[in-house]
């Protein structure tokens, strides 16, 4: 009987070492492709460059933390030197743990900066209830960053906004704003003082909820705008995830497309001289196919040549 008891507990373990080192291989390989797409995103946009001190953007969220956490790693083995400084916005929203973000921070022992500023009374007041609240509290935020990146001397402010952002971002424009417009990897700031970096561009929000559950991150939940469940960007983030179940790759094309525009083919006369055009009687690749169906592939955007390489940190 001690025999047959042996033996399966020798089975148990032998499952969970098997579990166990899956479950590792699983982290290498997600930790790999996640470095490898942030390197490509600061590389193809010279997002970071030497002696830069980067700010970033710390909300308590699953996308903060992860660019946070992937950037430190890239700091140890990237190819320039710069710094980084997390800062975290206090909103005095009710119930924040103000102890999780500084206790955590410490540990990791990056320098770091909290801000206190009391929007969320602002917003609450300013903002019907029932009403949207992500514009007001999107702006309020964004002019307290901006001074705090002016005090700290950051020449770059980092937010971790990620692939499916950008999508939502350009098809709630269109949808809302009857206009072509997204969310871009690198911008300057609205009142033109400062440089503002996704490094996330090119990364599934799915990749970044695997690498919080892996890393076991302080998530804090925004109490402001969590629970107003029928915001047009939940809608669109529905959608996004319902075509790319129906017809999986969808999204990737879709991403690979913002950075293929072809002006030509579209109707902006800002961008394209329309009224001017004229025939010049010579071949044109580019031109007008009339109703024939483009059987090209998409081919992703070129990184082009970069100065510096980032895309082997992995």
Not at 11 to 31: C, I, P, T, V
Not at 33 to 60: T, W, Y
Not at 83 to 91: R, T
């Amino acid at each position: 009987m001690s025999a047959v008891i042996e033996t399966e507990a020798g089975r148990r373990d032998s499952a969970r070492d098997a579990a166990g080192a899956k479950s590792r291989l699983e982290a290498n390989k997600l930790a790999k492709r996640l470095h490898r797409l942030v390197g490509q995103a600061i590389g193809d946009f010279n997002m970071i460059e030497p002696g830069d001190k980067v700010m970033v953007c710390v909300s308590g969220g699953k996308d903060s933390h992860a660019l946070l956490d992937i950037l430190m790693e890239m700091k140890r083995r990237a190819p320039i030197d710069f710094s980084l400084v997390a800062v975290n916005l206090d909103q005095k929203q009710p119930g924040f743990p103000a102890e999780v973000l500084p206790e955590y921070l410490g540990k990791l022992g990056v320098p770091f900066h909290i801000e206190t500023q009391d929007t969320y009374s602002v917003v609450k007041r300013l903002v019907p209830e029932g009403k949207t609240m992500c514009s007001l509290c999107s702006r309020l935020r964004r002019g307290a960053l901006y001074r705090v990146a002016s005090e700290l001397g950051a020449t770059k402010i980092a937010l971790g906004h990620h692939r499916d952002d950008m999508l939502q971002t350009f098809f709630l424009n269109m949808f809302f704003g009857a206009r072509l417009k997204g969310m871009p990897p690198k911008l300057v700031s609205d009142d033109g003082k400062h440089v503002v970096i996704r490094p996330l561009a090119y990364v599934p929000e799915h990749d970044l909820s695997a690498w919080a559950a892996h890393r076991a991150f302080p998530i804090i939940p925004c109490t402001l705008c969590g629970n107003q469940e029928n915001l047009q960007r939940m809608q669109i983030g529905q959608m996004l995830r319902d075509w790319q179940r129906q017809f999986p790759g969808r999204v990737e094309n879709m991403a690979t497309a913002l950075a293929n525009v072809v002006p030509s083919h579209l109707q902006d006369r800002n961008l394209y001289p329309f009224q001017g055009l004229q025939a010049t009687g010579r071949p044109d690749a580019a031109g007008d196919k009339a109703f024939d169906e483009d059987d090209e592939a998409c081919a992703p955007a070129s990184a082009g040549a970069t100065a510096i390489r980032w895309h082997g940190i992995d």
